[in-house]
């Protein structure tokens, strides 16, 4: 036998996935988290799931896990105190930030409090210029005394971000000798190591985002490889990056800055290897869960990736996939403005009290609500059985909502959908259409407690013809893990026009940035043939300042990569803007390095075809509101694990299962492929 | 197809439709944004995208800068005073930037305006703004020193580029090569506007997207009449003092502010307009007092025409809040910003926990030209600094942010030093700067350039001689100032020129307190102390 278990730990269960490699067994498990300390569920979840497929710890070749202990630290403002040693006469940059206010029009709104208050900023005399040159050495006593201050003031962390450390790093490098010689136990990082790149506010920024967690997580970390071994576990954890792949716990304890997305990035991991065993490349991820959906795009099986984005209000300059997140999930409220038009969202009913319809004193109706009055959901109860509702309740509240509107109930209730669905389409068309995709060419993958129960509406809405929903839509983050790699970024900002006198100087860069990545996959163990490296380059018009990042071709740099370089440019160019500046010099500005380490993953095996006929499935049948169909319809419910490979199902149709409902509308029909997935598709 | 064909549109639909406007607008202005090479757009973000009607009423526009709303406003109704609909086709652009002609609040704010098409009828327009940052090193006696006037006129006719016009117009610049560049982001920006539009019809049929358009406005203005209701009925007066590079001695602004039920109309009073750049045209205060109403009766108003209705907005013309030709207007904003505080102040009357104290009231701004050491070419930078924002009744100020009418990014150090021959030497917050109060005022921003090339340069503040004044007992925020190194030139009406090694040190100003600072807490006494923000 030879597990391999992949753990997601989130706000409210820790899912555990198992894989068997000898006999393709997938068994799922959940257990309740320990917020206070979640490496106490996930020992708990490793011990209990492989117990029930009747393992031990020291049967599992592989371990991997995504966390949210970097978000929720962030988030929740529960990093440590840190402080940052930076240029003289700029302490303040990372308060100001880019000097917007938060708000254009709300004049209570307030800015995401720095991480690192005033008096723990520290500005010491030197100055790098633009080209490198020095013109003020590093004052090294000033940096010393800042590091005494620091030590002083009890700080746990330190970051040193000085203007152009992405040019010139020695002055930062220099003022971390300093530091640790100082001050031995304090963890430090610098900003020309965690984001060498332009932008100064940003860059130091990360820096201090890094420094702000690195503790946090380190301490993490510590206490999880600890329970892991005490349960026997010989296998090397992982961890997942935002960046979909994963990396060793010494990586992420040094780099925390680069988990913070950690959680939703394995969702889209899963999505791939699902698009890859279906055969369909191009699609739309779509996780929804209690208060907000997740959504991102997978272009030829490959996830869109940025490399920077806003975090809880904190710019962080590292690689992560280009996860849109919006404030839409099965909790959220609906409620009438003062200008009588419906709104669903961003509050949520959270757990506690939850919809209304869960009985435990909450008034305003949730999107759960309206799919129980609309009898999508199972109106006596959730959860397979286990949990009991009351639909009266949630008359009652829309019932309210529908009195103000001037609408009936029923119209209420699938308005609140119309709504939220709306919501979630507009998060689509930001990864979609604002990047120049349009999403009638990709399926959708539904995923997430609440996912499989609004896609058909949202797959409408934006026109998009066919919609998977994997076999256990509720763990698809803990079976991403399964599926991952070993990814680490490397990247050097070098601006020069694009043009064939650039290839000594293109072939240094990436000589170098190579050089650092295999140096990561010795440190990762990775094996010779198990390595792989993708180049890119980020290129832009000389003049403009966002640029776009182009694919370098394999093999040796010469005048054709400048070239392939130059069509990729243009072609993206006039894909995004819709024009190519005809003779205008085109500049290099970044050259990047994915190293992926392949890892053995999980393989499923398809199922025998057993037929398209699928009454076997059928477990009863309730009335369903389906507005298309001019109200109330008598609808069939089907048992989801009870469906075979081959099975159709015509719509409408409801299909259940413990952890999803997945709402088939008329006129569209259900498939279930080889891997007992279901393809939804609209005629 | 009939315009105001009644077509039944059910409130989600108007939701649905409202929120795909929104994106429409934002995916606009990122196209504008990273397509562009000048560093006021592509990193300052001194742009606004937006929607209207075909009769030129705002549809939608994106919450980048409120002042842009001005030059909105009032483009559509000028060219429908030039040209006839009928002549109009699908590729047609228009441009335009003047004060008097074309519909503009100054003249380097340059508008394209393209309509929209569906099925052979005009449905709508996709306009956006671009601060072009040129126009540099003028005086401002009256609009003909102040740059180019271009009236609405076609840039491009059916799809196809009006040379001509361009070149005339590229000629007048400083930076030429930004100016295009800046002009086909503009370009790109408008072509998804109408690409979007279109698709929407497509989807949801014209006649309800047209319908759900008109629904939208009506909304905002119920919006905005419940919000005024909310305000206690009466009249509230209030005055405030005026002050800038330009002028010697302050001028006094105030208004008076009538709230009706539903309704509130509000008279201004200033001085004649004079030969100087701060004149408004009234579209300029139409789009402040819009900000600073919508602030107070209820942000989340959208941001279109609907919301302008329950509004009266007076003020005696040639006076300098509501100017005639030919008066200047390229400082126009500083004008606007101490309109929003005169608004401010007189609902803090009414509503005193809905507003807040006053702000840095000014957009300090820095304006170099020169040459280039090297290729010999002219480069214009602007930067516009913020300052303190005012206390709020149950919180501090935010310190060193834009305030009101703008709310454009600063330069990156390193994007700043690679482009122009200057050094940032300091970029910080002002100790002290804050008023005092039991929430105190947010701090003003110093920013110290050195020359390394000769320059001139403009240089714009406000609050030099008055101070932003506090709420129920807090104190009046710092006032802005200007230090030059040993050797500069005095600078006259805030013109001056830099020789290679000089600097220059603008400090902007705080803002006010609120409530006495008697009871202000121990706890936040004490984290001022360690922070050393007193």
């Given at each position: 036998m030879a597990w391999r278990i992949g753990i997601d730990s989130g706000g409210t269960f820790t899912d555990v996935c198992l894989f068997d490699d000898a006999s393709g067994e997938v068994a799922v498990w959940k257990v309740p988290s320990?917020?206070?300390?979640?490496s106490r569920a996930i020992a708990r979840g490793t011990q209990e799931g492989t117990e029930r497929v009747g393992a031990?710890?020291?049967?599992?070749?592989y371990f991997g896990h995504g966390t949210t202990v970097g978000t929720n630290a962030l988030i929740q403002h529960r990093g440590v105190k840190a402080g940052l040693i930076t240029t003289d006469g700029f302490r303040d940059l990372l308060e100001i930030g880019?000097?917007?206010?938060?708000?254009?029009?709300?004049?209570q709104a307030d800015k995401?409090?720095?991480?690192?208050t005033r008096d723990l900023r520290f500005g010491v005399k030197e100055r790098v210029r633009h080209?490198?040159?020095?013109e003020i050495p590093l004052d090294e006593d000033g940096v010393r005394e800042a590091a005494r201050a620091l030590k002083a003031a009890g700080v746990k962390a330190i970051a040193i971000g000085f203007l152009y450390g992405f040019v010139r790093p020695d002055h930062e490098q220099i003022a971390k000798r300093i530091v640790e010689k100082e001050f031995p136990e304090v963890f430090v990082c610098c900003s020309h190591e965690v984001a060498p790149e332009f932008r100064e506010y940003e860059r130091i920024s990360t820096a201090a985002v890094n420094a702000y967690l690195g503790p946090v997580m380190q301490g993490y970390i510590r206490r999880l490889a600890e329970r892991l071994k005490e349960l026997g576990l010989k296998a090397t954890p992982h961890l997942t990056q935002s960046n979909g792949g994963v990396i060793g716990f010494d990586m992420a304890a040094r780099?925390?800055?680069?988990?913070?997305?950690?959680g939703p990035s394995t969702g889209v991991v899963a999505a791939q290897a699902i698009g890859a065993m279906t055969g369909i490349e191009n699609l739309i991820t779509f996780d929804m869960g209690g208060t907000s959906s997740d959504v991102a795009l997978l272009r030829g099986g490959e996830a869109k990736s940025a490399s920077d984005a806003i975090v809880h209000g904190y710019p962080i300059k590292a690689p992560m996939l280009d996860i849109h997140t919006v404030?839409?999930?099965?909790g959220s409220l609906a409620a009438i403005d003062s200008g009588g038009l419906l709104k669903v969202g961003p509050r949520s009913a959270g757990?506690?009290?939850?919809?209304?319809?869960?009985?435990?004193?909450?008034?305003e109706p949730a999107v759960t609500d309206a799919n129980v009055v609309l009898q999508t959901l199972n109106p006596t109860h959730l959860l397979g059985g286990r949990m009991p509702i009351d639909q009266a309740l949630s008359r009652q509240a829309i019932g309210r909502l529908a009195d103000q509107l001037g609408l009936d109930l029923m119209a209420t209730a699938q308005g609140i959908i119309s709504v939220v669905t709306a919501n979630m389409a507009k998060a689509i068309r930001v990864i979609s259409v604002q990047r120049g995709?349009?999403?009638?060419d990709y399926a959708l993958v539904a995923f997430g407690g609440a996912g499989p129960l609004h896609a058909a509406r949202l797959a409408r809405e934006l026109e998009m013809k066919r919609i998977i929903v994997p076999r256990?839509?509720?763990i698809g983050c803990a079976l991403g893990l399964l599926l991952t790699d070993l990814r680490a970024n490397f990247a050097t900002t070098r601006l020069a026009?694009?043009?064939?006198?650039l290839v000594p100087a293109m072939t240094e860069a990436f000589a170098a940035l190579e050089e650092k990545a295999e140096h990561w996959f010795a440190e990762e163990s990775v094996a010779p043939a198990d390595r792989r490296l993708r180049r890119t380059a980020d290129l832009r018009y000389q003049g403009q300042n966002y640029e776009l990042a182009i694919d370098v071709p394999d093999g040796p740099i010469g005048p054709a990569t400048i070239t392939a370089l130059g069509e990729g440019f243009a072609e993206a160019h006039q894909r995004l803007y819709g024009f190519v500046a005809e003779g205008e010099t085109v500049q290099l500005v970044t050259y990047r390095v994915e190293a992926i380490g392949l890892v053995p993953k999980a393989q499923f095996r398809p199922q025998p075809d057993a037929g398209?006929?699928?009454?076997?499935?059928i477990i009863g049948s309730r009335e369903v509101w389906f507005p298309e169909a001019g109200g109330f319809v008598d609808c069939t419910i089907y048992d989801r694990d009870k469906l075979k490979a081959g099975n159709r199902i015509a719509g409408p149709a409801i299909i259940e299962q413990m952890d999803s409902t997945t709402v088939l509308l008329p006129g569209m029909t259900a498939t279930v492929e080889p891997y007992l997935n279901l393809i939804l598709e609209t005629p | 197809m009939n315009a105001t064909a009644p077509v039944a549109v059910d409130p989600i639909t108007v939701e649905v439709i409202g929120s795909s406007f929104a994106s429409i607008t934002e995916e606009m202005g990122e196209a504008l944004v990273k397509a562009s090479y000048s560093t006021n757009i592509k990193?300052?973000?001194d742009c606004s995208t937006a929607l209207f009607d075909v009769e030129g009423q705002t549809l939608c526009q994106a919450e980048?800068?409120?002042?842009h709303l001005g030059s909105f406003i009032g483009i559509i109704p000028h060219i429908l005073k030039r040209h006839s609909i009928e002549a109009m086709k699908p590729g047609d652009v228009f441009i335009g930037n003047d004060a008097y002609e074309g519909?503009?609040?100054?003249?380097?704010d340059i508008v394209l305006a393209e309509p929209v098409f569906h099925d052979g009828t005009m449905v709508a327009w996709a306009v956006n703004t671009a601060h072009?940052?040129?126009?540099?090193?003028?005086?401002?006696?009256?609009?003909?020193?102040?740059g180019l006037r271009i009236p609405p006129?076609?840039?491009?006719?059916g799809g196809v580029l009006m040379k001509d016009v361009q070149e005339l117009i590229l000629l007048n610049c400083q930076v030429p090569r930004e100016r295009l560049s800046d002009l086909r982001a503009q370009m790109a920006a408008n072509r998804l506007g109408v690409e979007r539009v279109k698709a929407l019809c497509d989807k949801y049929g014209q006649a309800t997207v047209l319908a759900a358009g008109r629904a939208l406005q009506d909304y905002a203005e119920r919006k905005m009449r419940a919000g005024i209701a909310s305000i206690p009925d009466g009249t509230y007066r209030f005055s405030d003092s005026f002050d800038n590079p330009e002028i010697d001695a302050p001028l006094t602004f105030s208004v008076e502010i009538t709230v009706a039920g539903e309704e509130m109309k509000l008279a201004f009073d200033s001085p004649a307009q004079m030969r100087t750049g701060f004149n408004m045209v009234y579209t300029a205060l139409l789009s402040t007092v819009y900000y600073a109403v919508k602030t107070v009766a209820d942000?989340?108003?959208?941001?279109?025409?609907?919301?302008?209705?329950p509004l009266t907005v007076e003020a005696k013309e040639g006076t300098v809040l509501n100017c005639v030709h030919p008066a200047a207007v390229n400082g126009r904003i500083a004008s606007c910003q101490r309109v929003v505080d005169l608004i401010h102040g007189a609902l803090a009357q009414a509503v005193p926990e809905r507003v807040i104290a006053?702000?840095?009231?000014?957009?300090a701004s820095a304006t170099f030209a020169g040459t280039q050491p090297g290729t010999g070419e002219l480069w214009v930078y602007l930067e516009t600094i913020g300052g303190g924002s005012g206390a709020r009744a149950n919180k501090d100020g935010l310190d060193g942010v834009h305030v009101h009418m703008t709310n454009t990014s600063n330069l990156p150090v390193e994007a700043l030093e690679l482009e122009y021959p200057l050094t940032l030497l300091r970029y910080e917050l002002v100790d002290g700067s804050g008023g005092e109060g039991r929430q105190r005022g947010g701090m003003g921003l110093r920013r110290v350039y050195r020359a390394e090339a000769p320059c001139r340069l403009n240089i714009d503040n406000s609050r030099l001689q008055s101070r932003p004044w506090g709420i129920a007992g807090g104190g009046e925020g710092q006032g802005g100032s200007f230090v030059f190194s040993e050797g500069v030139e005095p600078f006259i009406k805030g013109d001056g020129s830099l020789e290679p090694g000089q600097i220059v040190e603008i400090i902007t100003p705080g803002a006010g307190g609120y409530g006495?600072?008697?009871?202000?807490t121990a706890e936040a006494r004490a984290r001022d102390s360690a922070e050393k923000r007193f």
């Amino acid at each position: 036998m030879a597990w391999r278990i992949g753990i997601d730990s989130g706000g409210t269960f820790t899912d555990v996935c198992l894989f068997d490699d000898a006999s393709g067994e997938v068994a799922v498990w959940k257990v309740p988290s320990t917020p206070d300390d979640p490496s106490r569920a996930i020992a708990r979840g490793t011990q209990e799931g492989t117990e029930r497929v009747g393992a031990s710890a020291s049967e599992v070749t592989y371990f991997g896990h995504g966390t949210t202990v970097g978000t929720n630290a962030l988030i929740q403002h529960r990093g440590v105190k840190a402080g940052l040693i930076t240029t003289d006469g700029f302490r303040d940059l990372l308060e100001i930030g880019r000097q917007k206010r938060p708000d254009l029009y709300d004049l209570q709104a307030d800015k995401a409090p720095p991480l690192v208050t005033r008096d723990l900023r520290f500005g010491v005399k030197e100055r790098v210029r633009h080209d490198g040159s020095v013109e003020i050495p590093l004052d090294e006593d000033g940096v010393r005394e800042a590091a005494r201050a620091l030590k002083a003031a009890g700080v746990k962390a330190i970051a040193i971000g000085f203007l152009y450390g992405f040019v010139r790093p020695d002055h930062e490098q220099i003022a971390k000798r300093i530091v640790e010689k100082e001050f031995p136990e304090v963890f430090v990082c610098c900003s020309h190591e965690v984001a060498p790149e332009f932008r100064e506010y940003e860059r130091i920024s990360t820096a201090a985002v890094n420094a702000y967690l690195g503790p946090v997580m380190q301490g993490y970390i510590r206490r999880l490889a600890e329970r892991l071994k005490e349960l026997g576990l010989k296998a090397t954890p992982h961890l997942t990056q935002s960046n979909g792949g994963v990396i060793g716990f010494d990586m992420a304890a040094r780099l925390p800055v680069r988990t913070v997305l950690s959680g939703p990035s394995t969702g889209v991991v899963a999505a791939q290897a699902i698009g890859a065993m279906t055969g369909i490349e191009n699609l739309i991820t779509f996780d929804m869960g209690g208060t907000s959906s997740d959504v991102a795009l997978l272009r030829g099986g490959e996830a869109k990736s940025a490399s920077d984005a806003i975090v809880h209000g904190y710019p962080i300059k590292a690689p992560m996939l280009d996860i849109h997140t919006v404030g839409a999930g099965g909790g959220s409220l609906a409620a009438i403005d003062s200008g009588g038009l419906l709104k669903v969202g961003p509050r949520s009913a959270g757990a506690d009290p939850g919809p209304v319809c869960y009985g435990r004193g909450a008034t305003e109706p949730a999107v759960t609500d309206a799919n129980v009055v609309l009898q999508t959901l199972n109106p006596t109860h959730l959860l397979g059985g286990r949990m009991p509702i009351d639909q009266a309740l949630s008359r009652q509240a829309i019932g309210r909502l529908a009195d103000q509107l001037g609408l009936d109930l029923m119209a209420t209730a699938q308005g609140i959908i119309s709504v939220v669905t709306a919501n979630m389409a507009k998060a689509i068309r930001v990864i979609s259409v604002q990047r120049g995709h349009d999403p009638r060419d990709y399926a959708l993958v539904a995923f997430g407690g609440a996912g499989p129960l609004h896609a058909a509406r949202l797959a409408r809405e934006l026109e998009m013809k066919r919609i998977i929903v994997p076999r256990n839509p509720g763990i698809g983050c803990a079976l991403g893990l399964l599926l991952t790699d070993l990814r680490a970024n490397f990247a050097t900002t070098r601006l020069a026009p694009l043009s064939e006198d650039l290839v000594p100087a293109m072939t240094e860069a990436f000589a170098a940035l190579e050089e650092k990545a295999e140096h990561w996959f010795a440190e990762e163990s990775v094996a010779p043939a198990d390595r792989r490296l993708r180049r890119t380059a980020d290129l832009r018009y000389q003049g403009q300042n966002y640029e776009l990042a182009i694919d370098v071709p394999d093999g040796p740099i010469g005048p054709a990569t400048i070239t392939a370089l130059g069509e990729g440019f243009a072609e993206a160019h006039q894909r995004l803007y819709g024009f190519v500046a005809e003779g205008e010099t085109v500049q290099l500005v970044t050259y990047r390095v994915e190293a992926i380490g392949l890892v053995p993953k999980a393989q499923f095996r398809p199922q025998p075809d057993a037929g398209p006929a699928s009454e076997h499935a059928i477990i009863g049948s309730r009335e369903v509101w389906f507005p298309e169909a001019g109200g109330f319809v008598d609808c069939t419910i089907y048992d989801r694990d009870k469906l075979k490979a081959g099975n159709r199902i015509a719509g409408p149709a409801i299909i259940e299962q413990m952890d999803s409902t997945t709402v088939l509308l008329p006129g569209m029909t259900a498939t279930v492929e080889p891997y007992l997935n279901l393809i939804l598709e609209t005629p | 197809m009939n315009a105001t064909a009644p077509v039944a549109v059910d409130p989600i639909t108007v939701e649905v439709i409202g929120s795909s406007f929104a994106s429409i607008t934002e995916e606009m202005g990122e196209a504008l944004v990273k397509a562009s090479y000048s560093t006021n757009i592509k990193e300052r973000r001194d742009c606004s995208t937006a929607l209207f009607d075909v009769e030129g009423q705002t549809l939608c526009q994106a919450e980048h800068i409120p002042m842009h709303l001005g030059s909105f406003i009032g483009i559509i109704p000028h060219i429908l005073k030039r040209h006839s609909i009928e002549a109009m086709k699908p590729g047609d652009v228009f441009i335009g930037n003047d004060a008097y002609e074309g519909g503009g609040t100054h003249l380097p704010d340059i508008v394209l305006a393209e309509p929209v098409f569906h099925d052979g009828t005009m449905v709508a327009w996709a306009v956006n703004t671009a601060h072009h940052s040129d126009f540099a090193d003028r005086g401002h006696a009256h609009i003909y020193q102040e740059g180019l006037r271009i009236p609405p006129i076609r840039l491009y006719d059916g799809g196809v580029l009006m040379k001509d016009v361009q070149e005339l117009i590229l000629l007048n610049c400083q930076v030429p090569r930004e100016r295009l560049s800046d002009l086909r982001a503009q370009m790109a920006a408008n072509r998804l506007g109408v690409e979007r539009v279109k698709a929407l019809c497509d989807k949801y049929g014209q006649a309800t997207v047209l319908a759900a358009g008109r629904a939208l406005q009506d909304y905002a203005e119920r919006k905005m009449r419940a919000g005024i209701a909310s305000i206690p009925d009466g009249t509230y007066r209030f005055s405030d003092s005026f002050d800038n590079p330009e002028i010697d001695a302050p001028l006094t602004f105030s208004v008076e502010i009538t709230v009706a039920g539903e309704e509130m109309k509000l008279a201004f009073d200033s001085p004649a307009q004079m030969r100087t750049g701060f004149n408004m045209v009234y579209t300029a205060l139409l789009s402040t007092v819009y900000y600073a109403v919508k602030t107070v009766a209820d942000p989340t108003i959208p941001p279109n025409a609907g919301l302008a209705r329950p509004l009266t907005v007076e003020a005696k013309e040639g006076t300098v809040l509501n100017c005639v030709h030919p008066a200047a207007v390229n400082g126009r904003i500083a004008s606007c910003q101490r309109v929003v505080d005169l608004i401010h102040g007189a609902l803090a009357q009414a509503v005193p926990e809905r507003v807040i104290a006053a702000c840095s009231g000014a957009v300090a701004s820095a304006t170099f030209a020169g040459t280039q050491p090297g290729t010999g070419e002219l480069w214009v930078y602007l930067e516009t600094i913020g300052g303190g924002s005012g206390a709020r009744a149950n919180k501090d100020g935010l310190d060193g942010v834009h305030v009101h009418m703008t709310n454009t990014s600063n330069l990156p150090v390193e994007a700043l030093e690679l482009e122009y021959p200057l050094t940032l030497l300091r970029y910080e917050l002002v100790d002290g700067s804050g008023g005092e109060g039991r929430q105190r005022g947010g701090m003003g921003l110093r920013r110290v350039y050195r020359a390394e090339a000769p320059c001139r340069l403009n240089i714009d503040n406000s609050r030099l001689q008055s101070r932003p004044w506090g709420i129920a007992g807090g104190g009046e925020g710092q006032g802005g100032s200007f230090v030059f190194s040993e050797g500069v030139e005095p600078f006259i009406k805030g013109d001056g020129s830099l020789e290679p090694g000089q600097i220059v040190e603008i400090i902007t100003p705080g803002a006010g307190g609120y409530g006495p600072v008697a009871e202000r807490t121990a706890e936040a006494r004490a984290r001022d102390s360690a922070e050393k923000r007193f």
